[in-house]
């Protein structure tokens, strides 16, 4: 079954308790598996009964009592209302070891139902206490008390028979005055002591009643306790094992003696008896020394701590955690357990440190357009009343204009990011022709002279989408192109009709783009750096292209080979145009 590969259920399927599973089966309950301690008290040893129905093993109609009644409809109720039945003690009796043999049984259990989950069907954990025994014990005892009772009962009619003769005795003999007076005397001093004996009796009688109660009043206090106790450890089990953090306990030295599913899941199985070697070997170098010294200096204060170190996970990798450990107390103050955590943390840094790069990159993107502009405004400013320096003037323009339209693309991209974050893009959709935005978008480049742009396929095709957010697309693919193209390389623009699309395809003859880095390329602040070049931009564009397609309901891919060129690629959907929408 798979909740016998539960450690934790398994230890606790182990215990010397005798537990049995059943299938929920009804009427059946055919028995999936049991415990070497079931196999004692139920005198089936060497016997394999999985598979079989409990009936099978044991047949109502030999068994005496009224437990071939009340164990049935138990098991049926705890199935039927999914909850946990106690039975009270009932008579079952079971077969011995030597066939065709029955033995007089006692017992008491407790049947826990167990939802079904996932490929494991429900069934019932049933504890079964064999008090064949207690109960024999407290039957010797009330036959002991009756006989006391009978021997009083016959006493006393002995005393009322010897009474009755003593009088006949009195009266034959009136002569014998003095034997008759001693005997009277004898009979009054028997009479005390019958009145003492009946005292005693008495006094006997109440002091086992006592005793009887005080025993059946211990007796439930332990099993009161032995059920808290029971219920308490289930409680703080299934809390530990809900948790999303990992949970591990030590004693009050430190060592592990108890960790959840998602420590195994994350770190496997470590050993209690290594100690120390074992726990420290899934610590990160770096950090090791450091969280044992914190780790030590709590041990000797029983101060609480909290730090933030490295784990290494069952892939190898290095995964930040903040651990935190506080210390549980007994009545006298005394430390007996160590409580800790450990919560995943590493997006949180990654996030820190993407957000440092971030910061690093944009300021540093921002600051060339930004000195560049200066520049050149500073040498329009010395030269505007200069005659013969006239002729800088259009170069230093152009130059200015753009710088003005870097850093306005810049500040576009982070601005595009933020409402992307918010959720508060927005597409103004109306239907237009892609070929003249394609036109468009490319008319700079064209008038650069540098690169050839080439548009081919269906230029007929009309969508229905945000023709500003699509020429935002395509100026970021064709300028994608175009800069990671020798000069004087052409690019090429292809529109092909799908079955239910518009595809747009990219394609340049630059250098490629390395299969290691493809999955990476509409991530954000991602940039592909080619080898001995350098080139400019915060990583943004692919990534806002991407987030604008797919709000469209379309899809964006690349395709590429180094040394011969990339494709990229988006799809927009084929709509109905008759009723125009606003669409967010």
Not at 13 to 42: G, H, M, Q
Not at 321 to 339: E, N, S, V
Not at 517 to 539: I, N
Request: charged letters at 25%; proline letters at 4%.
């Amino acid at each position: 079954m798979d909740l016998l590969t539960d450690t934790l259920f398994k230890a606790l399927f182990d215990t010397p308790v005798p537990r049995v599973i059943l299938k929920a089966d009804v009427p059946d309950f055919t028995i999936l598996d049991y415990n070497r301690s079931y196999e004692l008290a139920t005198h089936t040893i060497g016997k394999n009964i999985r598979g079989k129905s409990l009936w099978e093993i044991y047949a109502p109609e030999q068994a005496v009592g009224e437990g071939s009644t009340v164990l049935p409809d138990a098991l049926t109720r705890a199935v039927i209302n999914r909850e946990t039945v106690y039975m009270p003690p009932f008579h079952y009796d079971i077969p011995s070891a030597v066939p065709g043999e029955m033995i007089t049984s006692w017992w008491e259990l407790e049947i826990v139902y167990i939802p079904a989950k996932g490929n494991q069907e429900a069934c019932l954990l049933t504890t079964t206490y064999n008090i064949t025994e207690r109960i024999i014990s407290k039957q010797s005892l009330d036959e002991g008390l009756n006989r006391e009772l009978q021997m009083g009962r016959e006493l006393a009619v002995i005393n009322e028979e010897l009474s009755a003769s003593n009088e006949e005795l009195t009266s034959a003999n009136e002569e014998i005055t003095v034997s008759n007076e001693e005997l009277s005397v004898a009979n009054e001093e028997l009479a005390m002591l019958n009145d003492e004996l009946g005292m005693m009796n008495e006094e006997l009688m109440h002091s086992q009643l006592n005793l009887q109660s005080l025993y059946a009043e211990l007796e439930q206090r332990i099993d009161d306790r032995t059920r808290e106790l029971a219920e308490s450890e289930q409680q703080f089990r299934q809390l530990a094992e809900s948790i999303i953090q990992m949970v591990w306990i030590t004693d009050d030295k430190g060592i592990p003696i108890y960790y959840n599913r998602r420590w195994h899941d994350f770190a496997g199985h470590l050993d209690p008896e290594q100690g120390e070697a074992d726990w420290y070997r899934v610590f990160h170098p770096d950090d090791a020394d450091r969280v044992r010294a914190v780790w030590m200096r709590s041990l000797e204060t029983g101060e609480p701590y909290e730090l933030e170190y490295r784990l290494r996970n069952l892939r190898g990798e290095y995964i930040w955690i903040l651990g935190r450990a506080a210390p549980y107390r007994d009545k006298d103050g005394r430390i007996t357990r160590w409580f800790g955590t450990c919560t995943d943390i590493n997006d949180l840094k990654l996030a820190e440190q993407r957000k440092d790069d971030f910061i690093s990159i944009a300021s540093h993107e921002l600051k060339t357009p930004v000195t560049s502009l200066r520049a050149s405004l500073q040498l329009l400013n010395k030269y505007k009343y200069n005659e013969d320096a006239k002729k800088l003037i259009p170069a230093l323009v152009d130059q200015a204009c753009r710088s003005s339209d870097r850093v306005s693309r810049l500040i576009d991209d982070l601005l595009n990011v933020g409402k992307l974050n918010q959720g508060q893009l927005q597409l103004n959709k109306k239907r237009f022709k892609l070929s003249d935005i394609i036109d468009e978008c490319c008319g700079y480049v064209q008038l650069a002279g540098e690169h050839q742009i080439i548009t081919s396929g269906n230029t007929t095709l009309e969508v229905y989408a945000d023709a500003g957010r699509i020429d935002q697309v395509m100026v970021n693919l064709i300028n994608n192109a175009v800069k990671y193209s020798a000069p004087g390389e052409e690019v090429r623009v292809t529109i092909d009709q799908e079955e239910h699309a518009v595809k747009v395809s990219v394609t340049d003859k630059g250098q490629g783009i390395p299969p290691e880095k493809l999955p990476h390329l509409f991530d954000r602040y991602y940039k592909v750096e080619a080898e001995g070049a350098k080139y400019s931009g915060l990583g943004l564009g692919l990534y806002i292209s991407a987030e604008i397609i797919r709000k469209h309901d379309g899809e964006i891919g690349v395709e590429s080979e180094p040394g011969k060129g990339s494709t990229f690629w988006f799809t927009l959907p084929i709509q109905n145009f008759d009723t125009p929408q606003r669409f967010k």
